[in-house]
Structures are given as structure tokens and as C-alpha cells.
């Protein structure tokens, strides 16, 4: 069984149809990369994986495990292994870094049956992911993103993913904003995360984050449907080529 | 025909009057004290209870919303006391000297009135008024003086409540805690006076909780208290408003601050049916620093205005204020703020924001910031805002795992404690985190 299996997606969003009919399957252990132009429905699909409201499903599944969490608020999806990195992870003042992940770590567990982590076993597994991916322990004190460079809100994403343990992690766009040392250091941490048990959708415009985060699945996404799938090279071509020849094939 | 038309009054306005008559001179204090009453009272017959058409009491429309006069308390009885001991639980966590007052009366033996530190009294206000203790004379209705007709209320009929001074330059160690408890018997009407001076130099922190044992109780408050703050000193006032939903509670502080001095001022608010929260602060020295904050959480049909008038009647004083509301079912808060900023008042720094945070679409927020400005260097400002909980944050949370209502929790507990915050002493800003917390989870 795949760990993902999209079937005949249709989304609208304000009436207007995003996804069209998109298929996609990914099994456990493996990168797919998800490219494609704007507005070809790439945030969408990753919004819509993870429960975003205002996001209406006209048509079609999403299994995870063969299970449909289409009906499922985005928590009990979140419980369930699903991580969505954020393209603009926001901020929230007010909210210590470490009580967020502190609350979400433990509601996480609390919704699998697990008991509560205690607290110097949790700080024990902060620590060690904060300083694999450079976060200072000042930084985690602060309001959840409040003051961080753009660069610092990625390394955040990636510190929660590190910390949650997802099966299924979605990074949308992480690459977009970050400065080549940045993206080494997301990249790390990402490429440290994979495992056979672990699978990740990794939506990006550019070839370039693909240096570093090498996937083992290239998806073309054109006008909310799948229209190529390929190898790693697949990626280079488009760097090469563009989008174009896609956006005609559509027309 | 330009004559001032007033109407009939109200049963409220009669009975007050009635009781008045009826009760003026059994309350305490000689002759000067009589005077001053029966001027308070003549003050309020002239204006009657205050209503809409008056702007400090517009969106508080005590004419409407007192519908009537509740007898004025007596004297609590052993079942009275008893009762409120149970009340007392309130702020336990924080270690303070308390003084307990049940329906308005000072009740030595709850209180803790032995072994006072070194530079601080503590007496009986209605003790002090009848043996018309001339320092308190020198001090009543002097310190911020108001035309206000609340105060004039209290003055009319005013009976028990704390007299404290601390003496230049004594540094109290222990929070002081004055804990007002309706004992929850018939409904009643408290007329409670405190006068604290805090003299130049001293540092002293003063709690000041109202709570009921009863939350169907209707009584009536009415309290007032003065506060001198000296030069160089440094006081904390914080007040707590959790009484039972059918309670009418009206209170004022009237605040004067003298130069150099700190001072932080923080009115809680989560109990009461209708609530007017006054604070009249005045900065009459120079180079004094302060903060001004407030927290409000309303559920039910439960009001609360709070209005302050902070003056600045001094040069290079910082004043912020910040005042946080939020509101539930069909609660409705109310803030009015002025800074009065005067001629002489150069290089004054005073910021002034309220926020409303609507949890439900009947909820009500009215913001209403003023800024009077007669001096020309300074830096002032204030900001207003009103909304809903941020749905885009709400996802966030809710996509690393975190239940909608826990979500939600987490972003008003962020919200109300950016002014909490505000306040020094870590475990009664702790406490009242805790309060937030337990009205959060009774939501759910």
C-alpha cells in the first residue's frame, strides 16, 4: 500500500477550479518533487493535504494508509504523520517557541494514545534538533517566528518537522527566500529526516534546492493535474527549458 | 424655555434618597465628616444616577442598568463570615498580608493585622472617619479631586474600608491584599472607602480583590480608593474584579503620583454582571515612570467599562497603557482612556492602546482613546483595534497538531498577556495567568 494516494483530485477555491483531477502516489521511503508554474496548483494541493479551509474538495480522495482524511480537521490529520512546512510560516506573539512545540508535540501524542513527554526528555530532544540545525536557545524563548530572518523561520519549520517525527512532510516552497547557506542548512536538515519510513513532497519552482534535497521522483504540474513524471533529470531539463512546453500541451 | 429639564426620578434615585436621610447620621465620622457627606449627596441629587446623554457615561448607562437601590449593608453576622472564608481561597498562591472585609466591614479576625513591618499602619476607615481623624481629613477627596457622581455616591454614604500608610522610605517586603467579599446573604449595598499613602521612598505592593460567595447575588459596590504615591516610590496596585454575574460593581481609584516615582497600575476583570472600572491617575511630579494596564475576559451578558484619565500635569513623565479585552457570548467591554497632557507637561512619553479580541458575532467592544494636548514637545500616541481570532494562525496551530479549542486557548492566553505581562511580581503574574487559563477551559 502506498503511504499517499491521491485519486482524481478537483479543488475549487472561491468557485474558481484549481485542481483537476490531480493522481499522485508515493510510498514510504521516497522524495517526489513537485514542480510547475504559478498558479498550477502546487501550494494548493499542499493546503489542501493538510486540511486548509476555505479549500473545497468537488472530487476525488486523499488516503493516507488507505485511510480518507479528507474528513479529518487538519490536527487528527497532523497526529496521523502529515507536516506541512510552510512557505510563510507565520508568527505568533506571545507564544514562547518552546511552549508551541511543547503543546503540539504532546497534543500529538495525546490524540495517538502516547503519553505526555516529560520535561527534561522533551527539552533532551529539542536541544539535540536545535543544534543540528544552528537554532540558539535564545530564539526559542521568543515568541514563535517573532523577529526571525527569513532564513530563521525555514530552520524553524524544519526544527518542528525534526521534533514531530511526520511521515508525510510537505515543504512548500522552503527554498523560496533563503540565501544558498540557508538552504544548505534546510536541505541538511531535511536530507537528515530521511528515512524508508518517511516520505516527502517537496514543491519548488527551481532546480536548485534539488542540488541538495536530490529526489528520487520528479512531478510536472500544469493547470492542477500532473503532466509529466520523470526522474531527477526531468528536473534539470525544466531548468533548461522552462515551462512552456507544458502550459501548451494544456492549451 | 432653556431651563434643565430633569426627569422624574428613578425608584433607584428615591430610595437612595430615602435612605440617605434615614441612615446619614448613624454613619461615621463628627460634623466636618456629616458636611462632607451631605455636600456629596447634594452633588449627586443635582445630577441623579449618571446616564447616556452624559459622555463619560455613555456606553454605561447607570440611570438604565440600576433598576434599583439595595439596602446598605449592615454589620456581618458569624454566618456571614463564615461564608466568606470559603471566598478567601482567592489568590492564596500569592503570599500577602490580608485584610479582609466582608460586605464592606473590616473583620479583624480574618485579617492579618499583626506584626505589621516596620513603617506600616493599617486601621479601620470607618474607625479612623468617627473619631474624625484629622491626617485622613487632611487627605479624603483631596488627592485627585472629581466631580464624579460615583464618588460623590461613596462619599455620601461611605462606611468602611482600609486606612494604610507606609512610611517615607520603608520598603515593604509583603504584598498587601485587601479582599472584599460579599458574603452572598440579601442583596446589599457596599459603600467602601480606602485611603493608602504611600510616602516618599517606599515601595510597596497593594492587591485588591473583590470576589462573591454567591454569583446570583445582586449587591451593589460602590469603591473607592485614594492612592498617594510619593516621590521616589514605588507602588503596584492591582485589582481584581471576580464577582458573581449579578453583582453591580462600580469602583474608582483616584491616584496621585509624585516625581521620580514608579508606578503600575492593573485592573483584572473576568466577574461581575456590570462593571465600571474608573481610574483618575495623575502624574504631579516630574520624571516618573508608569504603566497602566488592564485585562478584561466577559462571557454571558456580562459589561465592563473600564475609563481612565491619566494627567499629566508634569514634565518628562512616561506613561504606557495597555488594555486588552476579550469577549464572549453577548459580553460587552467598554474602554474609555484620556491622557491629559498639560501646558507645562514638556517632554512627556505617553502611549495608550486598547484591543478587543470578539470570540462570538454578539460581542460587543467599545474603544474610545482620547488624547488632550497642551504642550508642544512630547511623544503620544494611541491605537485601537477589534477582531476575531486570526484563522491563518488558528491553521497553523492546527496543522502541527494542536485541537482547535487548545489553538484558540493558546492565541487569547498570547493576547491578554502581552498586558499582563506588564506586572512586576512574577507569582501574582503567574495567578493571574492561571485565572485566564481556568476561564479558557471553562469555555469548553
Known amino acids: 500500500m502506498h503511504l499517499l494516494e491521491v485519486k482524481n483530485l478537483h479543488v475549487e477555491v472561491d468557485g474558481k477550479k484549481i485542481l483537476n483531477g490531480l493522481d ?25 493535504l493538510a486540511g486548509k479551509a476555505d479549500y473545497v474538495v468537488t472530487q476525488g480522495e486523499v488516503l493516507l494508509d488507505g485511510e480518507d482524511i479528507l474528513a479529518l480537521p487538519p490536527e487528527e490529520r497532523a497526529a496521523k504523520g502529515l507536516f506541512l512546512a510552510f512557505q510563510y510560516p507565520l508568527e505568533i506573539p506571545g507564544v514562547a517557541t518552546m511552549t508551541f512545540l511543547r503543546t503540539a508535540l504532546n497534543a500529538q501524542r495525546k490524540q495517538r494514545g502516547e503519553d505526555e513527554l516529560s520535561t527534561p526528555e522533551f527539552l533532551k530532544r529539542v536541544r539535540a534538533v536545535a543544534g543540528k540545525l544552528g537554532i540558539e536557545q535564545e530564539m526559542l524563548r521568543r515568541g514563535v517566528n517573532v523577529g526571525f530572518s527569513g532564513g530563521e ?18 515543504l512548500d516552497e522552503t527554498d523560496s527566500g533563503l540565501d544558498i547557506d540557508a538552504l544548505k542548512i534546510v536541505a541538511d536538515g531535511v536530507n537528515a529526516l530521511r528515512s524508508p519510513e518517511r516520505a516527502f513532497i517537496v514543491i519548488t519552482h527551481y532546480q536548485r534546492l534539488l542540488n541538495y534535497i536530490v529526489p528520487d521522483v520528479v512531478h510536472v504540474l500544469s493547470r492542477g493535474r500532473i503532466v509529466k513524471t520523470g526522474d531527477k533529470e526531468l528536473a534539470l531539463d525544466l531548468e533548461a527549458t522552462g515551462y512552456a512546453q507544458y502550459q501548451e500541451e494544456m492549451a | 424655555m432653556n431651563a434643565e429639564v430633569r426627569p422624574i426620578k428613578t425608584a433607584a434615585e428615591t430610595a437612595l434618597a430615602t435612605s440617605f436621610a434615614a441612615v446619614k447620621r448613624a454613619l461615621p465620622g463628627p460634623a ?34 440600576m433598576r434599583e437601590a439595595k439596602p446598605l449593608a449592615g454589620l456581618p453576622d458569624a454566618a456571614a463570615k463564615d461564608r466568606a472564608k470559603a471566598a478567601l481561597a482567592t489568590l492564596a498562591a500569592v503570599d500577602a498580608r490580608r485584610i479582609v ?176 472600572n474608573q481610574a483618575f491617575v495623575r502624574f504631579g511630579g516630574e520624571g516618573t515612570v508608569a504603566g497602566i494596564r488592564g485585562a478584561t475576559l466577559l462571557k454571558g451578558r456580562q459589561h465592563a467599562d473600564t475609563t481612565l484619565v491619566a494627567e499629566h500635569a508634569a514634565a518628562e513623565c512616561t506613561s504606557r497603557e495597555v488594555f486588552k479585552s476579550v469577549l464572549d457570548d453577548e459580553g460587552r467591554s467598554v474602554f474609555q482612556g484620556k491622557i491629559i497632557v498639560c501646558p507645562r507637561a514638556q517632554k512627556t512619553d505617553a502611549k495608550m492602546a486598547t484591543h478587543a479580541l470578539l470570540l462570538s458575532d454578539t460581542a460587543e467592544a467599545d474603544n474610545k482613546p482620547e488624547l488632550e494636548i497642551f504642550a508642544d514637545d ?67
Not at chain 2, 466636618?32 to 452633588?43: C, I, K, Q, T, Y
Not at chain 2, 479549542?405 to 495567578?431: M, P, S, T, Y
Request: proline residues 2%; contains cysteine.
Open chain 1, 153 to 170: 523561520k525555514k530552520r524553524n519549520e524544519i526544527l518542528q518537522m525534526a521534533l514531530l517525527q511526520p511521515r508525510l512532510c510537505v
Open chain 2, 101 to 276: 472585609f466582608v460586605d464592606g466591614t473590616l473583620v479583624p479576625e480574618l485579617s492579618d493585622l499583626d506584626r505589621l513591618e516596620a513603617g506600616l499602619t493599617i486601621r479601620s476607615m470607618a474607625q479612623a472617619l468617627a473619631a474624625g481623624d484629622r491626617d485622613l481629613l487632611a487627605h479624603l477627596g483631596r488627592l485627585v479631586p472629581t466631580d464624579d457622581v460615583a464618588v460623590a455616591l461613596n462619599t455620601a454614604f461611605m462606611g468602611d474600608g482600609a486606612l494604610i500608610h507606609v512610611a517615607p522610605g520603608a520598603a515593604l517586603a509583603q504584598p498587601i491584599h485587601l479582599v472584599f467579599v460579599n458574603a452572598g446573604g440579601e442583596a446589599v449595598a457596599i459603600f467602601a472607602r480606602s485611603l493608602v499613602v504611600i510616602e516618599d521612598g517606599a515601595r510597596a505592593m497593594l492587591l485588591e480583590s473583590h470576589v462573591g460567595c454567591s454569583d446570583a447575588s445582586e449587591h451593589q459596590v460602590n469603591a473607592v480608593l485614594e492612592l498617594k504615591v510619593g516621590d521616589a516610590a514605588h507602588v503596584d496596585h492591582v485589582k481584581i474584579t471576580g464577582e458573581g454575574a449579578g453583582a453591580l460593581h462600580v469602583s474608582t481609584l483616584m491616584a496621585a503620583v509624585g516625581a521620580h516615582a514608579r508606578f503600575n497600575e492593573f485592573l483584572f476583570t473576568t466577574g461581575g454582571g456590570i462593571v465600571r
Open chain 1, 24 to 48: 499522485l502516489s508515493i510510498g514510504s521511503g521516497s522524495v517526489h518533487a513537485l514542480m510547475g508554474p504559478n498558479g498550477s496548483g502546487k501550494s494548493t494541493l499542499a493546503h489542501v
Open chain 2, 378 to 444: 512630547v511623544q503620544c500616541g494611541h491605537g485601537a483595534t477589534s477582531g476575531a481570532l486570526d484563522q491563518e494562525l488558528l491553521f497553523y496551530l492546527k496543522a502541527r497538531g494542536i485541537p482547535a479549542k487548545e489553538a484558540e486557548a493558546l492565541l487569547i492566553q498570547a493576547f491578554v498577556g502581552e498586558a499582563v505581562e506588564g506586572i512586576e511580581h512574577a507569582g501574582l503574574r503567574d495567578a493571574l495567568i492561571d485565572r485566564v487559563v481556568a476561564w479558557l477551559k471553562a469555555r469548553e
Open chain 2, 32 to 65: 466636618a465628616v456629616g458636611a462632607l457627606r451631605e455636600d456629596a449627596f447634594r452633588r449627586f441629587e443635582t445630577e441623579g444616577l449618571p446616564h447616556r446623554r452624559v459622555e463619560e457615561w455613555k456606553y454605561t448607562d447607570l440611570r438604565a442598568l
